[in-house]
C-alpha cells in the first residue's frame, strides 16, 4: 500500500487502531455481503487495516459514495495491521472475505493462490472500472499473472527520514548518490559526536535489504522463492550485528522498550528506513524535526527503489462485482475523496486525485517533492515480485533479525533458521 519495519507493518503494529464494529457475518451464506434489499438497495463489506485517523477520513469517503450511489450501502469494518490479517485468514477459510479489502504487495499470490482474489479486469471490460488516469507504473503493482488482483489507491518509496537536528549537530549531511560505506561512516560520526546510535536498526527490514540486494544485481524475492543465498544474508546480519555491539545502531531491546513510539522519535536513533508517506508518523510523535533523505547505494548511482502501493482488492465469492468496481472506482479516482485522504495511504495513485490535493503542511510537501524528484531521477525500477508466503518470510525476517541484535542466536543459526521457515512458508 501496503505491511515489519516496512510500510504497513511496522508502524501501524503500533498504532492504537481498534475494531470500529463487529462485522455481523451471520446471514451471508459465504458469497461475501448481504444478499439485498426488496428496493433493490445492496450492502457490501469493505474492511481495511489502520488507526482512528484512517477510519474517520475513509468514513466521510464512503458518506460521498453513497450519496452518488444510494442504492448501494457499505458496512465497514476495521483493524490494527496484525489484527486484520488474522481476521482476514479467518474470513478467507470460511469462505466469507469482505467484498472489498484493502491488500499489498506481499498477499496477492498468496490469496490468489487461495482463489479469494476476483479478478477485477472483468470489471474494466464491463465499464464499472477505470485503469486510466493512473501515475505512471503504479498500476502494475496490482498485477499477477496477467490479473489486476489489486487497484492502487497510493503509492510510496523506501527512504531514509532522519532526525535533521541531530544530523546537523554532527556536522553529517546527506547526499544525493552517498555510498553505503559513506551512509556507515556517517552513523558513526553520528555517534561518537551524540552519543546517541546513528540508526535504528536498518539489518531487519526486508524491503529495505531487497533495495541493496537490487543494487547488487539480486533481488528478496523470485517469483517462487527468495533471490539470494545464505552467503548474502550472512553479510547482512553480520554487518548489522556487529554495528549494533559497536554502538552505532539501536539496541533491538530498546527498539521493542520504545513501542508504540518509533527509536527515532524517541531519540534513540537518528535515522530510520522506511516507507516515505510515513514522515508524517515521526512529527506526530516526537519533538525534534524531521526530512527525508536519499538511499545509500552501492555503485553512487543505482538505489534499487520502486513504487510499492496500498491497493483494494475484492472477493471472487462477491454477490456484488458490479457494485464493488463501482465502489473501487469512485474511491480511487474521485477528487474529493482524494482531498479528504491526502497521504495517510501514500501519495495519491490517480491523477485525479493527485491534482486534487495540495498539501500545505512541510511534511506532507516535503514527501511529495522526494517522490517527484525521486521519479525525476530515473532511478525507479519494477517491484520485486512477492510469492506466496512472502507474508510469513518478512515476518521471519524482522523477528530473526531482532534475536540477533538482542545476542539471543549466533549468525549462523539465524539465517539457517531463516532459510528453513522461509521454505516452509513458500510450500504451504
Given at each position: 500500500?501496503?505491511t515489519s519495519?516496512?510500510?504497513?507493518r511496522r508502524t501501524?503494529?503500533?498504532?492504537a487502531?481498534?475494531?470500529?464494529?463487529?462485522?455481523?457475518?451471520?446471514a451471508?451464506?459465504?458469497c461475501?455481503?448481504d444478499s439485498?434489499?426488496?428496493?433493490?438497495?445492496?450492502?457490501i463489506?469493505?474492511?481495511?487495516?489502520?488507526?482512528?485517523e484512517r477510519?474517520?477520513?475513509?468514513?466521510?469517503?464512503?458518506?460521498?459514495?453513497?450519496?452518488?450511489?444510494?442504492?448501494i450501502?457499505?458496512?465497514?469494518?476495521?483493524q490494527?495491521y496484525?489484527?486484520f490479517w488474522?481476521?482476514?485468514q479467518?474470513?478467507?477459510a470460511g469462505g466469507?472475505?469482505p467484498d472489498v479489502?484493502?491488500n499489498a504487495?506481499?498477499?496477492?499470490r498468496k490469496?490468489d493462490?487461495?482463489?479469494?482474489l476476483l479478478?477485477?479486469k472483468s470489471?474494466v471490460?464491463?465499464?464499472?472500472?477505470?485503469?486510466?488516469?493512473f501515475r505512471a507504473?503504479?498500476?502494475?503493482?496490482?498485477?499477477?499473472?496477467?490479473k489486476?488482483?489489486g487497484?492502487?489507491?497510493?503509492?510510496?518509496?523506501m527512504?531514509l527520514?532522519?532526525d535533521?537536528?541531530?544530523?546537523q549537530?554532527?556536522?553529517?549531511e546527506?547526499a544525493?548518490?552517498?555510498?553505503?560505506?559513506?551512509?556507515?561512516k556517517?552513523l558513526?560520526?553520528?555517534h561518537d559526536?551524540t552519543?546517541i546510535?546513528?540508526?535504528?536498526?536498518?539489518?531487519?527490514?526486508?524491503y529495505l535489504?531487497?533495495l541493496y540486494l537490487?543494487?547488487?544485481g539480486?533481488a528478496?524475492?523470485?517469483?517462487?522463492?527468495?533471490g539470494f543465498?545464505?552467503?548474502?544474508?550472512?553479510?547482512?546480519?553480520?554487518d548489522?550485528y556487529?554495528?549494533?555491539k559497536?554502538?552505532i545502531?539501536?539496541?533491538?531491546?530498546?527498539v521493542?522498550?520504545d513501542?508504540?513510539?518509533?527509536?527515532?522519535s524517541?531519540?534513540?536513533?537518528?535515522?530510520?528506513?522506511t516507507?516515505?508517506?510515513f514522515t508524517?508518523?515521526?512529527t506526530?510523535e516526537?519533538?525534534?524535526t524531521?526530512?527525508l533523505a536519499?538511499?545509500?547505494t552501492?555503485?553512487?548511482?543505482?538505489t534499487?527503489?520502486y513504487?510499492?502501493?496500498?491497493?483494494?482488492?475484492?472477493?471472487?465469492?462477491t454477490?456484488h462485482?458490479?457494485?464493488v468496481a463501482?465502489?473501487?472506482?469512485f474511491?480511487?479516482?474521485d477528487?474529493e475523496?482524494?482531498?479528504?485522504m491526502?497521504y495517510?495511504?501514500?501519495?495519491?495513485a490517480?491523477t485525479?486525485q493527485?491534482?486534487?490535493?495540495?498539501?500545505?503542511?512541510?511534511?506532507?510537501?516535503e514527501i511529495?517533492?522526494?517522490?517527484t524528484?525521486t521519479?525525476?531521477?530515473?532511478?525507479l525500477?519494477?517491484?520485486?515480485?512477492?510469492?506466496?508466503?512472502?507474508?510469513?518470510?518478512e515476518?521471519a525476517?524482522?523477528?530473526?533479525?531482532?534475536?540477533l541484535?538482542?545476542?539471543k542466536?549466533?549468525?549462523?543459526?539465524a539465517v539457517?533458521q531463516f532459510f528453513?521457515e522461509s521454505?516452509?512458508?513458500?510450500q504451504?
Amino acid at each position: 500500500m501496503g505491511t515489519s519495519r516496512n510500510l504497513e507493518r511496522r508502524t501501524l503494529l503500533k498504532a492504537a487502531g481498534a475494531s470500529a464494529a463487529a462485522l455481523g457475518l451471520a446471514a451471508t451464506t459465504g458469497c461475501g455481503g448481504d444478499s439485498g434489499s426488496g428496493d433493490g438497495t445492496v450492502t457490501i463489506r469493505y474492511s481495511w487495516w489502520g488507526a482512528e485517523e484512517r477510519a474517520k477520513k475513509i468514513n466521510q469517503a464512503i458518506a460521498l459514495f453513497e450519496k452518488k450511489y444510494p442504492k448501494i450501502k457499505v458496512k465497514t469494518d476495521f483493524q490494527t495491521y496484525q489484527s486484520f490479517w488474522e481476521k482476514f485468514q479467518t474470513q478467507a477459510a470460511g469462505g466469507n472475505p469482505p467484498d472489498v479489502f484493502q491488500n499489498a504487495v506481499t498477499f496477492l499470490r498468496k490469496y490468489d493462490k487461495r482463489g479469494i482474489l476476483l479478478d477485477l479486469k472483468s470489471q474494466v471490460h464491463e465499464g464499472n472500472l477505470s485503469l486510466d488516469h493512473f501515475r505512471a507504473g503504479v498500476t502494475k503493482v496490482g498485477e499477477v499473472d496477467g490479473k489486476q488482483l489489486g487497484i492502487p489507491v497510493g503509492s510510496n518509496t523506501m527512504a531514509l527520514v532522519i532526525d535533521k537536528k541531530l544530523f546537523q549537530q554532527a556536522g553529517v549531511e546527506p547526499a544525493q548518490g552517498w555510498t553505503w560505506d559513506e551512509y556507515f561512516k556517517a552513523l558513526k560520526t553520528i555517534h561518537d559526536k551524540t552519543k546517541i546510535a546513528g540508526d535504528t536498526g536498518y539489518f531487519t527490514i526486508m524491503y529495505l535489504y531487497d533495495l541493496y540486494l537490487r543494487q547488487n544485481g539480486k533481488a528478496f524475492f523470485t517469483k517462487d522463492g527468495l533471490g539470494f543465498d545464505q552467503a548474502d544474508l550472512t553479510e547482512w546480519w553480520t554487518d548489522g550485528y556487529n554495528r549494533v555491539k559497536a554502538g552505532i545502531v539501536t539496541d533491538p531491546k530498546t527498539v521493542s522498550q520504545d513501542l508504540p513510539k518509533s527509536s527515532l522519535s524517541a531519540r534513540h536513533g537518528a535515522s530510520e528506513f522506511t516507507w516515505d508517506n510515513f514522515t508524517v508518523r515521526y512529527t506526530a510523535e516526537g519533538d525534534s524535526t524531521y526530512g527525508l533523505a536519499p538511499v545509500p547505494t552501492t555503485d553512487g548511482k543505482d538505489t534499487g527503489q520502486y513504487l510499492a502501493s496500498l491497493m483494494l482488492s475484492a472477493s471472487a465469492r462477491t454477490a456484488h462485482p458490479k457494485e464493488v468496481a463501482q465502489f473501487i472506482d469512485f474511491m480511487v479516482h474521485d477528487p474529493e475523496v482524494g482531498k479528504i485522504m491526502g497521504y495517510d495511504r501514500g501519495i495519491l495513485a490517480s491523477t485525479e486525485q493527485y491534482a486534487a490535493y495540495k498539501p500545505a503542511d512541510p511534511v506532507n510537501k516535503e514527501i511529495a517533492q522526494y517522490e517527484t524528484d525521486t521519479a525525476r531521477s530515473g532511478v525507479l525500477g519494477t517491484i520485486t515480485p512477492h510469492p506466496s508466503g512472502a507474508d510469513t518470510t518478512e515476518a521471519a525476517f524482522l523477528r530473526i533479525g531482532g534475536d540477533l541484535g538482542q545476542g539471543k542466536t549466533k549468525v549462523a543459526d539465524a539465517v539457517k533458521q531463516f532459510f528453513t521457515e522461509s521454505e516452509a512458508a513458500f510450500q504451504a
